[in-house]
């Protein structure tokens, strides 16, 4: 049972840099979301997708990128690295963008310097 | 504008007292609230739901919470807490395409 699966765990970028984390999901939830969690922060939305084709912003979408081709896959694209974006980063996903419970997976550790 | 609100950042607690964390939400509608737990190095699991109906609710591990509209809060109880309890906390909002997450409360449990 792989459930959310977030490759990589552990990233060090330079500033300017570009990277993809990527998001996988083999549980055919349709609602898929990418959170940041910083210190004294809790966890912030920045981006989410109710099916493949759709996505929208969420509280912090600024210097991220997403799209979501097919159901399972849900990329997480950031187009020049700073260092504001050294974060955790979580995808998780649902069977119900209303009630359902968020499965998440277990983090990417992204650093920028 | 929909919020969360865990005033506690970090609570200690003996292992075998009672625990209670504090949650607040801001939300016009009928809210979805969720409780989740984290621990070090891993991502949130659920601890328990509310969607309507019964305002106390029963989750995994002992845990419980109970919904009070008239103070918009959704506070997390176990009668005995165990040394596993030791994580962090987190309470969420759902507002329909978006789940809002409070700051975290982080619970250390001495011997």
């Known amino acids: 049972n792989a459930g959310v699966t977030q490759t990589p765990k552990f990233q060090v970028l330079k500033t300017g840099q570009s990277m993809t984390l990527q998001c996988a999901q083999d549980?055919?939830?349709?609602?898929m979301s990418w959170y940041r969690q910083d210190p004294g922060m809790g966890l912030r939305l920045i981006h989410y997708s109710v099916g493949a084709g759709i996505t929208d912003q969420g509280e912090v979408p600024n210097g991220y990128n997403v799209s979501r081709s097919t159901t399972e896959d849900f990329p997480l694209r950031l187009l020049s690295a700073a260092p504001s974006q050294t974060s955790v980063y979580f995808c998780a996903s649902s069977s119900d963008r209303n009630t359902g419970e968020l499965f998440f997976g277990e983090g990417s550790r992204l650093t920028v310097l | 504008a929909q919020s969360v609100t865990q005033p506690d950042i970090h609570i200690t607690v003996s292992e075998g007292a009672s625990l209670e964390l504090r949650c607040n939400y801001s939300?016009?509608?009928?809210?979805?609230l969720f409780w989740y737990v984290q621990s070090p190095g891993q991502g949130l699991q659920l601890l328990l739901k509310?969607?309507?109906?019964?305002?106390l609710v029963q989750g995994i591990k002992g845990f419980e919470a109970e919904f009070k509209r008239s103070q918009s809060s959704f506070n997390l109880r176990k009668p005995s807490v165990h040394w596993s309890d030791a994580a962090e906390y987190f309470c969420?909002?759902?507002?329909?395409?978006?789940?809002?997450f409070g700051t975290g409360t982080s619970l250390t449990v001495i011997p």
């Open positions: 939300y016009g509608a009928t809210p979805y």
């Open positions: 969420a909002v759902g507002t329909g395409n978006q789940f809002y």
């Open positions: 509310y969607f309507s109906g019964d305002t």
């Open positions: 549980m055919n939830h349709e609602y």
